[in-house]
C-alpha cells in the first residue's frame, strides 16, 4: 500500500507510525528499515509499478507541421495546405514512428462549420 499510494516521506512516517501501534503490527525497527528502503528506492518503484501497468505503448513524442501539397492526382488539390503530424510511440526500448497527413481544408470545415 505504501507503493500504489505513492507515499511522500511524511505520509510514510504517518503511516508507519500507526502500525508500530497496532496491535500485531510492526516493531519500531522494522519501521525505520522500510523508512530507509522506502527513501532510498522510491524512484525505481515507482517507475516498475508504471511499466508493469501499461498494456500498451505510450505516446513518446509528438511532432507537427503546416506544409503544401506539391502532387495530387486532382490539380485542385496541387498547393492546398496539409498538416503533417509525426508520432513516436512506443515502450522503454521499443519505438515505432507513424506519420498522418490531413487536409487542412477538410479540418477547417469539419471544426469550424456553424
Not at 508520432?87 to 526500448?93: A, M, W, Y
Amino acid at each position: 500500500s505504501i507503493a500504489s499510494a505513492d507515499m511522500d516521506f511524511n505520509q510514510l512516517e504517518a503511516f508507519l507510525t500507526a502500525q508500530t501501534k497496532k496491535q500485531g503490527g510492526i516493531t519500531p525497527e522494522q519501521a525505520a528499515v522500510i523508512s530507509k528502503f522506502w527513501k532510498s528506492h522510491k524512484t525505481k518503484i515507482r517507475e516498475s509499478l508504471m511499466n508493469q501497468s501499461r498494456w500498451d505503448s505510450g505516446l513518446r513524442g509528438l511532432s507537427w507541421r503546416v506544409d503544401g501539397k506539391s502532387q495530387s492526382r486532382h490539380s485542385a488539390q496541387i498547393h492546398a495546405p496539409v498538416a503533417i503530424m509525426e508520432l513516436e510511440i512506443g515502450k522503454s526500448g521499443q519505438a515505432m514512428y507513424f506519420n498522418y497527413n490531413i487536409v487542412l481544408k477538410t479540418l477547417s470545415i469539419y471544426y469550424f462549420c456553424p
